[in-house]
């Protein structure tokens, strides 16, 4: 009977032993002592399964998605490496408490062409970086927008938008924050048909 004994750190088997007398077969397998000395005791005729693969874990910001999960377009540009290529823009409102019944000015999906797409990722894309340190931001009513950025043949991002707290925003690489631009929520009303929009236009207000 060969018996193999499978050694932490290595991928070869103890040499095999053989067992003469019937008796110590049985006596042996019933056990469960087969093999050297310090192995974790089984059952006779099986082996230690092999080790799983180690699974390796990535963390990203929201929006985000890993480069196994990205078209190559995706990652070789995204929407501030092709603003030119962007011939459409979809944006998409959700609350998340809809308790608070915020009442808005326009409808909760938008949809936009090439030239007022462009504007709105250029709007987006000149936000400065989200500063680091601890910051105390006004109250998120959980109002957030979803802006899909697509060009021929390819969907090239889907950018996170939310108008109040800290006003982040996602899915551009580094995160961003409109909260130091106010002129933002201006340019980007003015791309999606909205006039003399402001912060609070996206934000919502709540009823009287």
């Known amino acids: 009977m060969t018996v193999r004994n499978v050694v932490s750190g290595g991928a070869l088997a103890v040499a095999a032993c053989l067992l003469a007398a019937s008796g110590q077969i049985g006596a042996a397998a019933a056990s469960g002592q087969i093999g ?10 099986k082996l ?6 180690l699974a390796t874990t990535h963390a990203h910001a929201p929006g985000e998605g890993s480069a196994a999960q990205l078209s190559p377009s995706r990652v070789a540009g995204g929407v501030c ?7 459409k823009l979809v ?12 009442r808005f000015s326009f409808p909760a999906v938008l949809t936009r062409g090439a030239l007022s797409a462009r504007q709105a990722a ?8 989200m500063p680091s340190g601890v910051f105390h931001c006004p109250a998120d009513l959980g109002v957030v927008y979803d802006l899909a950025f697509s060009a021929p043949g390819a969907e090239l991002a889907t950018v996170i938008l939310e108008p109040a707290g800290c006003e982040t925003v996602s899915g551009l690489g580094s995160l961003r924050s409109a909260a130091r631009s106010p002129g933002f929520w201006r340019t980007l009303g003015a791309a999606l048909g909205l006039r003399s929009a402001n912060q609070a236009t996206f934000a919502g207000s709540l009823p009287n």
């Open 36 to 45: 050297a000395a310090g192995a974790t005791p089984r059952a006779a005729g």
């Open 48 to 53: 230690d399964a092999a080790p799983p693969a």
């Open 81 to 87: 490496g092709d603003i030119a290529t962007i011939d």
């Open 91 to 102: 944006v998409r409102r959700h609350n998340s408490i809809p308790e608070n019944h915020l």
């Open 122 to 129: 250029r709007a987006l894309c000149a936000l400065p970086p």
